[in-house]
């Protein structure tokens, strides 16, 4: 049985959104396929040393490795992004407050015909804030945050990667509320190559699809609220999305290239933590700045930003630069030259076929 009340899973774990404090203490219930994921209430209420030691039994049978590996490698307890360290995208960012982080603030709420959907799926262009939005819905809300890259699941653990999606639940469970989510997932259904791995990709993404399905059925923590995992998953290629995987992926949000107004944000984003020269004309560069994605324009200010430093030391010797105070590097503000220099030197990558092609997607099957 995939009861997830079977078996306490107790663990005090540190929340996204509140780290920097103390670690919020939950409580969660799971349970692997063998029911292998218990403890004790003892290990909740118990903190420092005696959590590490309940840490040691937590998980037992064969598969520890794939937990230790998903903790070590999936579980991101701090993303640290939040709604205003991404520019723009107001309409995303709506959109995910409604469908994803007002049902774990108010569980209560969404009950029956207003259960929370099942998946939300961000597409469009690479480089323009999906992975940083998921990031800011899990800090936002304070959950636990799975980040986990299909192309890892698929290649890394050829073979495994369907126990490796059942045991990443099971994981999500225990941690609840959490989000999971799932980088370039059309990496999952696209079965290219051998006809082997046409069939092991076929399981991975069955077991995906089962996952998916039941995966707020019986999510009710030991204080008898509901915990909830949200699946968030983003791609480039939409398209590339089977219809079973696209029914489950309910609001699907288009994440275009940023406009006029959220390139200048994001320019501004970008160089918080430099000295701007007052010269620096940030409407001028996101007016010359039309189709770069967040990326490229991140790429730009980075370029622009080390201008000042190979200025101060070109044709410096090795000694010499060791030796220059930090004060005589950064006593360079960033100006206007180093960003024409940087734009010569940064071209945009996105094509507008790959855009026309995000818009017809968005037209047939998006969320508005
Ligand atoms: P995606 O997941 O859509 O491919 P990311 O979210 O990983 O893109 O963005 C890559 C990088 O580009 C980010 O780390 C950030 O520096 C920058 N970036 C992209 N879009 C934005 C945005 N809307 N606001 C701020 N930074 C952005």
Redesign the pocket.
Known sequence: SRDSSRSGVSRRVSKSGTTGKSGIGTTASSSTKKGKLSSTKANLESGGAEEEKGKKGLYEGPDMDLVAMLERDVLDNAPGVRWD?????SEAKRLLKEAVVLPIWIPEYFQGIRRPCKGVLMF?P???????LAKAVATECGTTFFNVSSATLASKWRGESERMVRCLFDLARAYAPSTIFIDEIDSLCNARGASGEHESSRRVKSELLVQIDGVNNSSTGEDGQKKLVMVLA?TNFPWDIDEALRRRLEKRIY?PL?DLN?RKE?IK?NLRTVEVAPNLDFDDVARRTEGY???DL?NVCRDASFNGMRRKIAGKTREEIKNMAMEEIVNDPVAMCDFEAALAKVQKSVSPADIEQHEKWFAEFGSA
């Open positions: 360290d991404v520019a723009g995208l469009g690479p480089g323009t804030g999906k992975t940083l983003a994440i940023p959220s994001l984003i994605s967040g990326d991140t």
